[in-house]
Nanobody
């Protein structure tokens, strides 16, 4: 059993910053990722990290603006988002899986409830 809880979303102006948190409880796995989904759009990959070796991957949309990190002692993954744009508006989800990291949302069996990020122009 795995439970993920996202937090840190909110309303910010364009150019602002947010830090999202994903706290894992119960049985957890090594690989974590952030995805996002805007209304009427498909869920898309944002960033991924391995808790074992800290290998990271980023979608082009967030490169240079987003940073994924982790606190292994607290079993928590973070997503620091800077220079936010209106097109970043979406529900952001944390997900986890066993094995290697993946950019495909279908590869992740465990998900949090999501946290809303809204960027105003």
């Amino acid at each position: 059993q795995v439970q993920l809880a996202e937090s840190g979303g909110g309303l910010v102006q364009a150019g602002g910053s947010l830090r999202l948190s994903c706290a894992a409880s119960g049985r957890t796995f090594v690989n974590f990722a952030w995805f996002r989904q805007a209304p009427g759009k498909e869920r898309e990959f944002v960033a991924a990290i391995s808790l074992k070796d800290s290998t990271k991957d980023y979608a082009d949309s967030g490169k240079g603006r987003f940073t994924i990190s982790r606190d292994n002692a607290k079993n928590t993954v973070f997503l620091q988002m800077n220079s936010l744009k209106p097109e970043d508006t979406a529900v952001y989800y944390c997900a986890t899986k066993y094995g290697s990291n993946s950019l495909a949302h279908n590869d992740y069996p465990y998900w949090g409830q999501g946290t809303q990020v809204t960027v105003s122009s």
